[in-house]
């Protein structure tokens, strides 16, 4: 009983590091760096839960509910309130609290979604949250270099990539060996330790990758939608079909 309940450990606590981010962001703590910190950990936890989950055979369906509750407080609620503390609070009320709401909103349907329609073997339909979130928070540290605009901008963009019908790369089914479940604590515990030295230059370095998988589906979905690219796919298409085919 207790080796079935690891994995909600961890996503206790991803929801945990989610909770504890939206406090860094209250003005009298005023840690954004920390936070969005908290939210890079927050996925690490999310990434982890499932995989243990599969190595130990302990997958069920209350584990898949509070994964989805955890993540809609740890990469919805949290980074929106942290763009908002370092961005957003200067602007009129009614545009700042109804793009910062949006954010979450669209991520809780992004994944009420994903619980009940199957998506394609090795993607995911919609930016996933975990992802949308990390690039918000750690966006929101760049706060002095990009204009407010901009931010605004990028997080209706990034709640719509969500809902959106946008293919992106499924890395989840990489999975953990039993044996190697051990590992896992000790990876956890290098990650806190390093995301509590260096939450300032850690969480901009993670924007990057972060940033890059989320342009990567928006860019295939471009080259879908052009026109020489989709005249291209149908030639391949029925290219395959005809050696299927001959090979019959």
């Known amino acids: 009983m207790i080796l079935k309940s690891i994995p909600s450990l961890f996503t206790v606590a991803n929801l945990f590091l989610g909770i504890v981010a939206i406090i860094l962001v209250f003005p009298e703590n005023a840690k954004p760096e920390v936070a969005a910190m908290m939210v890079i950990i927050a996925m690490l936890m999310d990434g982890v839960d499932g995989r243990v989950a599969r190595a130990l055979n302990a997958q069920s369906e209350f584990g898949k509910e509070l994964d989805s509750l955890s993540d809609v407080i740890s990469f919805g609620v949290a980074p929106a309130f ?125 924007f990057v990758p972060l940033v890059l998988y989320a342009l990567y589906g928006l860019k295939k979905n471009v080259d879908r939608r052009l026109p020489g690219r989709k005249r291209k796919r149908r030639m391949k298409e029925a290219k395959l079909q005809e050696e299927a085919e001959h090979s019959a």
């Open 82 to 206: 942290i763009m908002y503390s370092v961005a957003f609070q200067e602007l009129t009320a009614a545009p700042a609290w109804i793009i910062t709401a949006l954010f979450p909103i669209c991520g809780a349907l992004r994944l009420a979604r994903f619980n009940v329609v199957s998506g394609m073997p090795g993607y995911f339909i919609g930016l996933p949250i975990p992802a949308a979130g990390g690039v918000l928070a750690t966006l929101a540290l760049f706060h002095k270099d990009i204009a407010v605009p901009v931010l605004l901008v990028s997080t209706l963009v990034l709640a719509f990539l969500m809902v959106s019908t946008i293919k992106y790369p499924n890395f989840k089914k990489v999975g953990i060996p039993k044996n190697a479940i051990w590992v896992v604590p000790i990876i956890v515990v290098i990650a806190v330790i390093l995301g509590i030295l260096f939450p300032h230059h850690l969480s901009k370095i993670i």
